[in-house]
T-cell receptor, first 111, second 110 residues
Framework: NAGVTQTPKFQVLKTGQSMTLQCAQD?????MSWYRQDPGMGLRLIHY???????DQGEVPNGYNVSRSTTEDFPLRLLSAAPSQTSVYFC??????????FGPGTRLTVT | GIQVEQSPPDLILQEGANSTLRCNFS?????LQWFHQNPWGQLINLFY?????KQNGRLSATTVATERYSLLYISSSQTTDSGVYFC????????????WGLGTSLAVNP
């Protein structure tokens, strides 16, 4: 099993550009989530999904969109990047909300 | 919403020492997890422990849900234990919506 994979590992965007962060898991987990981590802070939940076709907002959803068309994939879209979205983004998955497994992260810089 | 406080914020140990990390939370939970973030940024799940005690090698954890705290014990620490340890909790309203503490940063010196 590859576990949870994320692409890209690094990305630099200009203010106003859009992009999609990819996340995939091959463990047949129904629950997937996106977090952001800023320096000196814990993780903050952006969006999550409890199954294909079902998504919900976390603590900091503004500026981000998600969709879940398959069990395996959960992409995160930034429609118009802002410097405040400079962060490290982590995707995670779990079975029934128990142990969460994390991808390696995407380091995003918005200039 | 639920608040999570971890202590101490920073810890420096000599290799071989033992340590106890604490996580306090402000409301009843039915989901509590401990994670280790290594110096390269990778997050690893250590324990899913909403109550009771678990052990995995040199690490063990205890959650006393009625008193709203959890403890992570590291015995015979090694340099590879360095990194940040996070506690994350969720309550019965949505046990998948984890709220994270700010972490304990651990440095183990050889």
């Amino acid at each position: 099993n590859a576990g949870v994979t994320q692409t890209p590992k690094f990305q630099v965007l200009k203010t106003g550009q859009s992009m999609t962060l990819q996340c995939a898991q091959d463990m047949n987990h129904e629950y997937m989530s996106w977090y952001r981590q800023d320096p000196g802070m814990g993780l903050r939940l952006i969006h999550y999904s409890v199954g294909a076709g079902i998504t919900d907002q976390g603590e900091v959803p503004n500026g981000y969109n998600v969709s879940r068309s398959t069990t395996e994939d959960f992409p995160l879209r930034l429609l118009s990047a802002a410097p405040s979205q400079t962060s490290v983004y982590f995707c995670a998955s779990s079975l029934q909300g128990h142990e969460q497994y994390f991808g390696p992260g995407t380091r995003l810089t918005v200039t | 919403g639920i608040q999570v406080e971890q202590s101490p914020p920073d810890l420096i140990l000599q290799e071989g020492a033992n340590s106890t990390l604490r996580c306090n939370f402000s409301d009843s939970v039915n989901n509590l997890q401990w994670f280790h973030q290594n110096p390269w940024g990778q997050l690893i799940n250590l324990f899913y422990i909403p109550s009771g005690t678990k052990q995995n090698g040199r690490l063990s954890a205890t959650t006393v849900a009625t008193e709203r705290y959890s403890l992570l014990y590291i015995s015979s620490s090694q340099t590879t234990d360095s990194g940040v340890y996070f506690c994350a909790v969720a309550n019965a309203g949505n046990n998948r919506k984890l709220i994270w503490g700010l972490g304990t940063s651990l440095a183990v010196n050889p």
